[in-house]
């Protein structure tokens, strides 16, 4: 149990549709980071948080978009979402603002687009 | 930008040792991080590179050479547990932040 959790596990909705994932990072961890991960693919790195401001981005598409609340946990919205926006989302963890080699992944969401 | 391959799948038997090769390409070089994903889990953190040389972590043991842009990760006394995917990483830090840019993973298959 790496200390960051995720909600849903499991999603399943509709094409057009719009969701959101939320995952709260380790204690005391103060950057969040969003991958998504396809069927047999790499991950893929979204977006950054660290403190509450975004800092790094990724090929996240514009539909899709971020935030880190006060309390650090963080948010995922998809929208208009597409058949292929199924996938497995992870957030992950880490203490610092970015430099650090070591994340720590959360049991991720899995969205499955219909 | 920055770019990673390695094997989409290897397989080795129970007690064996087998090697993940991984090269990368990038426009800076912070170092080399593996992690293991077992089917549809989280990806954990085995090991982490930044100078050239052998770093061992029980039966997992990773390799960096910065001039030939390679790594390998050395598993030895293979287990069945050990079958799982195995994605390097590099590390892409900005002024904005940083990000891991992960390869696309080798499936390792244990064989009894």
């Known amino acids: 149990d790496s200390g960051v959790t995720q909600t849903p596990k499991h999603l399943i909705t509709a094409t057009g549709q719009r969701v959101t994932l939320r995952c709260s990072p380790r204690?005391?961890?103060?950057?969040v980071y969003w991958y998504q991960q396809s069927l047999d693919q790499g991950l893929q790195f979204l977006i950054q948080?660290?403190?509450?401001?975004?800092?790094a981005k990724g090929n996240i598409l514009e539909r899709f978009s971020a935030q880190q609340f006060p309390d650090l946990h963080s948010e995922l919205n998809l929208s208009s979402l597409e058949l292929g926006d199924s996938a497995l989302y992870f957030c992950a963890s880490s203490v610092d603002f970015g430099d650090s080699y070591e994340q720590y992944f959360g049991p991720g969401t899995r969205l499955t687009v219909t | 930008g920055q770019s990673l391959e390695q094997p989409s799948e290897v397989t080795a038997v129970e007690g064996a040792i087998v090697q993940i090769n991984c090269t990368y390409q990038t426009s800076g070089f912070y170092g080399l991080s593996w992690y293991q994903q077992h089917d549809g889990g989280a990806p954990t953190f085995l090991s982490y590179n930044a100078l050239d040389g052998l770093e061992e972590t029980g039966r997992f043991s990773s390799f960096l050479s910065r001039s030939d842009s390679y790594g390998y990760l050395l598993l030895q006394e293979l287990q069945m547990k050990d079958s799982a995917s195995y994605f390097c990483?590099?590390?892409?830090?900005?002024?904005?932040?940083?990000?891991?840019?992960f390869g696309q993973g080798t499936e390792l298959s244990v064989k009894p």
């Open positions: 948080y660290y403190n509450g401001e975004e800092r």
């Open positions: 990483a590099v590390r892409e830090i900005g002024k904005q932040g940083g990000k891991l840019i």
């Open positions: 204690s005391g961890d103060l950057s």
